[in-house]
C-alpha cells in the first residue's frame, strides 16, 4: 500500500505542475503583440506593450522557479530525502513534539534559503525593471528574518496542538481541533492588522484634511461608522497601490496604501473605499470566515483517518510511523481536495466583488470605481486579457473588463 501511495504522491506532483503551466500557456497564447480593440481606452500602445513584456517575462520566470522546486521535491521522493531528514531529528531526540518541531522546520528554512536567489531576482531585476521595487536590501534581509520568526511562532503553536490533539484526546480529536483553529482564525481575522502588519510596515491614522473630509460625508451618509481608517506604507517595498479592510466588530479597520492614496483622486479614492465598505455591509469577511472554517473541518476530519495509517509514513521511506511524516504525506495527498475547495473559494470571493462594486455603484459613483479600477490595472501592468480558463482556477477577483461591463449594465 505504501508503494502506491508514493506513486499516487509523485502522480499528483507532477499533474499539479503540468495543470498549472498548461493554464499558463492558455495565458501566453492570449497575448496578441496588437492591442486589442477591448483594451483602447484603457491601455495605449506602448503601456500595452509594456504590459506583454511584463507579464511574459513573469510566465518565463514561475515557469523556471516552479520547475526547480518540483526538481528538488522529485528528487528529495526518490532519493528517499524526507527519510533522511527523518532518521536525523530521530537521532538527535526522543521527543515526539521536538522531532515535528525540527523534521519541518528544516525542511522549510532550507526551501527558503534555496529559493532565495529566485526571490531576489524577482524582486531587485523583474520588479526592479520595470520600475515597481521600492524593497531595499536591508529591508529585504529584516523582512525574511522576521517572516522566519513569526512563521516558526506561529507554525511551532499550530504544530504542536495539533500533534498534542492527535495523541492525547482520542476520539475528541476533530472537535478539539477544529475549535481551536476556528478560535486561531477568528483572532486573526480581528487582531491581524493590529499586531502584525506593523511588525513589518507602519500604519498612521488618516490626516486631516479633504480626503478624510471626503471619506466622512460618504461614510455618514451611507450609515457607515468608520473610526479606524489608516495608511500604510506600501511605497517602502512597491510602487504598486491596493486597499483592502480588516477586523471583526470594533476591530474592523480600512487600510489605504500611500500608493494608492498618490496615485487616485480624492473621489476615486473614495469609491475604492465604498467598495471595501461593501464588503462589509455584505459580510463578506464573515462569511469568508465561515467559509474558512468549513474548508478547515473538512480537513480535520480527512488528517483523522490519515494520520492512523501507518502507510503514509512509509510512503516517504520512514522506517517507522511518525506523525510528521504522516502530516506530510497528508498534505500532499489532499492536493485533489485542496484544489476542488480553492475553485468554490475563488467564485465566492468573485461573486462578493460584485456585489461590493455593486455596493459602491450604489451608495456612490461607479463611474469614479471604474475609473479608479484602470488607473491601478495600468499602473501594475496588469493582464486584461486572460483566459477564461485561468480566471475561472485561479483568480479571486473578476477580471477588469467583467467589473466594467457589470458597473456600465448596472448603470443602464
Known sequence: MSHTLFWIIVLLVVFDFLFSKSLSLLNLKRMIPQLPDELKGIYNEEKYARSLEYQKTNLRFSFITDSFSLLVFL?????????????????????????????????GFALDIITIPFQLYDTFVIEERFGFNKTTVKTFIFDKIKGWLIGALLGSVILLFIQWAYTSTGPWFWLIVMGGLSLFMIFMAMFYTQIFVPIFNKLTPLEEGELKSSIEAFAHKAGFKLDNIYVIDGSKRSTK????????????????????????????IVAVLAHEVGHNKNKHIIKGLAMSLVQTG?????LWYALSNPDLSYALGAEKPSFYMSLLAFALLFSPVSFLIGIVSNMLSRKFEYQADAYARTHYDAGKLI?????????????????????????SHPTLLQRMKRLKESDN
Open 298 to 302: 473538512i480537513l480535520v476530519a480527512l
Open 241 to 268: 497601490a491596493n486597499a483592502y479592510f480588516s477586523g471583526l466588530g470594533s476591530k474592523k479597520r480600512i487600510i489605504l496604501y500611500d500608493t494608492l492614496i498618490n496615485d487616485l483622486s480624492n473621489e476615486e
Open 371 to 395: 475609473t479608479a479600477l484602470i488607473k491601478l490595472s495600468v499602473k501594475s501592468l496588469s493582464n486584461l486579457r486572460p483566459h477564461p480558463l485561468y480566471v475561472f482556477f485561479n483568480y
Open 75 to 107: 528528487a528529495m521522493l526518490f532519493s528517499g530525502g524526507f527519510a533522511l531528514v527523518d532518521h536525523w531529528v530521530q537521532a538527535l531526540t526522543q521527543n515526539a513534539y521536538l522531532q515535528s518541531l525540527l523534521f519541518f522546520g528544516v525542511l
